[in-house]
């Protein structure tokens, strides 16, 4: 006999020994495997499912998130846009307010330099009168240092208002 080809005996008790094998592990070992690989099946059809159901939620999430950002940077957009007209509506009524104070203050000046000036001019006419009484009342006395001058003039004088009053 060769060792390549088996003797008869052998052969039988080898196909004997297969088939109870088989069998056993037809009714024992097949079913658990079965099971386990089914229940394996199942576990990863399971975990496809939540990932596709987890991938269409991180989606929706991802959109909401989009949204409120998108949402949140239009609420900035109006508030800066709010911020920059405020700012400018004070400073219009800064710059009116301003501007009128401004004017209370010069109309307030030109009064007190008019004030002033009517001030100055009536003082002047009050000096420029008594320098001129002054002036008048040291002439007179030099012209009319004797007693026949001082007459001439009276006599000169009611001439005058005579003639002034019949004309």
């Keep these: 006999m060769s060792l390549l080809t088996p003797d008869f005996g052998l052969l039988f ?3 004997v020994v297969f088939t109870i094998v088989f069998i056993l592990l037809a009714k024992y070992g097949f079913p658990v ?12 059809d399971e975990a496809l499912i939540k990932a596709e159901e987890a991938n269409i939620r991180y989606e929706e ?4 998130g989009e949204a409120i950002i998108e949402k949140a940077n239009q609420e900035q957009v109006r508030l800066l846009n709010e911020a920059t ?11 009116r307010k301003a501007s009128i ?3 209370q203050e010069f109309d307030h000046a030109m009064r007190q330099i008019q004030t002033e ?4 001019i009536r003082d002047i006419r009050k000096q420029v009168g008594l320098l001129s009484v002054e002036i008048a009342e040291k002439v ?6 004797d007693e026949k001058d001082q007459m001439r003039m009276i006599d000169k004088m009611i001439d005058e208002v ?4 019949v004309v």
């Design 140 to 145: 007179v006395r030099e012209k009319l240092r």
């Design 33 to 44: 495997i079965t099971k386990g690989v089914d229940n394996r099946k199942k576990y990863i």
């Design 117 to 120: 000036r009517d001030n100055a």
């Design 101 to 103: 104070a401004a004017q």
């Design 162 to 165: 005579i003639n002034s009053k």
């Design 61 to 64: 999430l991802t959109q909401t």
């Design 13 to 15: 008790w080898t196909i």
């Design 85 to 95: 007209a405020q700012r400018d509506r004070i400073i219009e009524e800064a710059k």
